[in-house]
């Protein structure tokens, strides 16, 4: 099953081989090297650029990309597959990196809440569920398999409208509390990690505003391309050292407030 996630990454970066003009690498020289990176949500926009990226940084062993529709596959709500999933990366050599890529700001015809008037329970279960549980549940079965020596990472992707001290429009209820309580858990796990494993580094990212699906029904929002976000996602998980694990960064580097 783990080779048929190879196989996945492997076909990607076969595909993007045909692209005639050459990407920039993101060389990640700050990790051992050898092992697995995992990128959880490989389907989406930036998780997709960060598994190609990554396949081209050659720093790993394998670059292993799950989504909803790989084998073994992943589903946020069912802690079983996420159990399951977790299994097939360890079994595919020491967890060196993990990029939670997941994500949602809208579904279907409902879009993100304007005003209080729009807060529905089931939206804001549903919102939660994806952006917080869930990413939570890959943290608990993911952390444990970091290795106790070396640099090694779980970054989960949050957003800037997540932190209550930078938010001046309101609105965007759901995803922005949701996001809020991912950074929670993110500063939580970070603390209990650094335990077990010093050198190990648990962080929220900021990716910038990026053209994908997730961001398309917002005219305003003119991002950049997918693979120049991981470019930069990478570039700044290469950069980070232990003693800023616990921490909310954006596409620089730079520290979000909460
Ligand atoms: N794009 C931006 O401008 C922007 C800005 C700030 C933060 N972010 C954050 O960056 C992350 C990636 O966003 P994106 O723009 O790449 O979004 P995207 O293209 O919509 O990708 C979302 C990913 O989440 C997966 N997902 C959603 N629900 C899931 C579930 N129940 N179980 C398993 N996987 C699920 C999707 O899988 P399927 O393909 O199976 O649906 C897809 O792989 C998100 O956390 C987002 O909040 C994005």
Request: aromatic fraction near 6%; include cysteine; charged fraction near 20%.
């Amino acid at each position: 099953m783990t080779d048929q996630l190879i196989a996945n990454a492997t076909r990607d970066a076969a595909s993007e081989a045909t692209t005639p003009l050459p990407r920039p690498t993101v060389r990640l020289a700050s990790f051992p090297r050898g092992g697995v990176a995992a990128v959880f949500g490989a389907s989406g926009g930036i998780g997709s650029a960060l598994s190609s990226a990554l396949t081209d940084s050659r720093q790993f062993d394998a670059v292993l990309s799950l989504s909803r529709s790989t084998i073994p596959g992943f589903e946020l709500t069912d802690e079983d597959s996420i159990a399951r999933a977790t299994e097939q990366i360890a079994g595919a050599g020491e967890v060196r990196l993990v990029i939670i890529a997941t994500g949602m700001l809208h579904q279907g015809d409902r879009l993100p809440e304007k005003s209080w008037r729009e807060l529905d329970a089931d939206h804001l279960a549903r919102v939660f569920a994806i952006n917080a549980t869930g990413p939570a549940l890959l943290m608990k079965h993911l952390l444990p398999r970091l290795p106790r020596t070396g640099k090694s990472m779980l970054a989960a992707l949050s957003a800037r409208v997540g932190s209550i001290g930078d938010n001046r429009l309101g609105g965007w209820y759901g995803y922005r509390a949701s996001k809020t309580a991912l950074n929670q858990l993110v500063h939580c796990a970070a603390i209990e990690l650094a335990r077990r494993a010093p050198e190990a580094i648990c962080v929220s990212l900021h990716p910038g505003t990026v053209a994908t699906k997730l961001s398309a029904p917002f005219a305003s929002a003119s991002g950049v391309a997918p693979a120049e976000a991981a470019r930069h996602l990478l570039g700044v998980i290469d950069r980070l050292a232990p003693q800023d694990s616990g921490g909310f960064y954006d596409w620089r580097g730079t520290p979000v407030p909460w």
